[in-house]
């Protein structure tokens, strides 16, 4: 039986179970690559760019120009939850509180989702025939937040300069662009002109108190992206990452990527199931699980962006 559950009896609370704040659900499942798997470990297949041959003469020999193949794997993940509620408790209760059960589960398994999805875009992905080839996330695909030559919070210049990075490496401009931001993000651009200005933002940012899109990208809030604790060295001038640069604290690592740069994969959607546990003195059991895997499928279809909390 959950020990949490006598907090929502009648002579305490009220009769509605309320929920607490919390990410309901995942809000980046939508904005990746998504695909259905059928085994523990799946595939997806890359082809790269190849160059054509000028023809220098009449009837000359076709040429034969090898297109360069490449894959990803992706390993599948199984999540579960599962929580007890006793007979006598839901006596005690004004409402059944099986169906606020099953919401949390989905919203937790919901988060577990896009937990998955932030680790792998900066983790380390696997390639080769057999995806034995651990490809790790190139310190040339990250960047830092800079203003007046130290390590800030996200600004216009960084994102200027991520903008540049998405058309430096040729990305499809037809592909959204996505940024995976928190709150203290949201904050710092809340306090830049030209993302507040309506000569800039159309959006205006602060009649809505939020940012929503911005020189191209589509801004996702979460609140469950990574901290790297160890110090980061950085051009001071132009925020890229640097060597011989300056050592930043801890930052926060946010998320910049065009929206087939990142891969979910489903093996087997959310499945919930309710029913009674005769081993428990026949206690409903609320029970949901999920089998998922996620992959960076492009080094250059994904950015981190270092900035100052």
Same mark, same amino acid.
């Given at each position: 039986?959950?020990?949490?559950?006598?907090? =929502?009896?009648?002579?305490?609370?009220?009769?509605?179970?309320?929920?607490?704040?919390?990410?309901?659900?995942?809000?980046?499942?939508?904005?990746?690559?998504?695909?259905?798997?059928?085994?523990?470990?799946?595939?997806?297949?890359?082809?790269? =760019?190849?160059?054509?041959?000028?023809?220098?003469?009449?009837?000359?020999?076709?040429?034969?120009?090898?297109?360069?193949?490449?894959?990803?794997?992706?390993?599948?993940?199984?999540?579960?939850?599962?929580?007890?509620?006793?007979?006598?408790?839901?006596?005690?209760?004004?409402?059944?509180?099986?169906?606020?059960? =099953?919401?949390?589960?989905?919203?937790?398994?919901?988060?577990?989702?896009?937990?998955?999805?932030?680790?792998?875009?900066?983790?380390?992905?696997?390639?080769?025939?057999?995806?034995?080839?651990? *490809?790790?996330?190139?310190?040339?695909?990250? @960047?830092?937040?800079?203003?007046?030559?130290?390590?800030?919070?996200?600004?216009?210049?960084?994102?200027?300069?991520?903008?540049?990075?998405?058309?430096?490496?040729? *990305?499809?401009?037809?592909?959204?662009?996505?940024?995976?931001?928190?709150?203290?993000? @949201?904050?710092?651009?809340?306090?830049?002109?030209?993302?507040?200005?309506?000569?800039?933002?159309? @959006?205006?940012?602060?009649?809505?108190?939020?940012?929503?899109?911005?020189?191209?990208?589509?801004? *996702?809030?979460?609140?469950?992206?990574?901290?790297?604790?160890?110090? @980061?060295?950085?051009?001071?001038?132009?925020?890229?990452?640097?060597?011989?640069?300056?050592?930043?604290?801890?930052?926060?690592?946010?998320?910049?990527?065009?929206?087939?740069?990142?891969?979910?994969?489903?093996?087997?959607?959310?499945?919930?199931?309710?029913?009674?546990?005769?081993?428990?003195?026949?206690?409903?059991?609320?029970?949901?699980?999920?089998?998922?895997?996620?992959?960076?499928?492009?080094?250059?279809?994904?950015?981190?962006?270092?900035?100052?909390?």
């Amino acid at each position: 039986m959950s020990n949490q559950i006598s907090d =929502a009896f009648v002579k305490q609370y009220s009769a509605n179970v309320f929920h607490l704040s919390q990410q309901q659900g995942s809000r980046l499942q939508d904005k990746v690559r998504k695909e259905s798997q059928k085994s523990k470990a799946q595939f997806f297949d890359r082809i790269g =760019a190849v160059a054509a041959q000028k023809k220098v003469s009449r009837h000359s020999d076709t040429p034969q120009l090898d297109t360069p193949h490449s894959r990803r794997m992706v390993s599948l993940v199984d999540y579960e939850w599962a929580d007890l509620i006793d007979d006598a408790d839901k006596i005690k209760m004004l409402n059944d509180p099986t169906s606020d059960y =099953a919401l949390a589960a989905m919203w937790a398994l919901g988060r577990s989702k896009d937990d998955e999805i932030i680790e792998k875009a900066h983790g380390t992905a696997y390639s080769g025939e057999e995806g034995t080839t651990a *490809v790790t996330f190139p310190t040339s695909q990250s @960047i830092a937040a800079v203003a007046s030559s130290a390590l800030s919070n996200l600004n216009v210049g960084a994102l200027r300069l991520a903008k540049k990075y998405f058309g430096d490496n040729d *990305v499809d401009e037809s592909v959204p662009l996505h940024a995976a931001v928190t709150s203290s993000q @949201i904050y710092a651009m809340l306090g830049e002109d030209k993302i507040t200005s309506a000569d800039y933002n159309t @959006i205006r940012a602060l009649v809505a108190g939020d940012v929503d899109s911005f020189m191209g990208f589509k801004f *996702v809030r979460t609140q469950r992206l990574l901290v790297d604790t160890a110090a @980061i060295k950085y051009n001071t001038a132009t925020g890229v990452y640097d060597a011989g640069g300056t050592s930043g604290l801890a930052s926060r690592d946010c998320i910049f990527w065009a929206q087939d740069g990142l891969l979910l994969s489903t093996a087997q959607e959310v499945k919930g199931r309710i029913s009674e546990r005769d081993d428990k003195s026949y206690s409903t059991q609320v029970y949901a699980c999920m089998g998922i895997g996620s992959t960076r499928m492009e080094e250059v279809k994904v950015l981190k962006v270092s900035c100052k909390e």
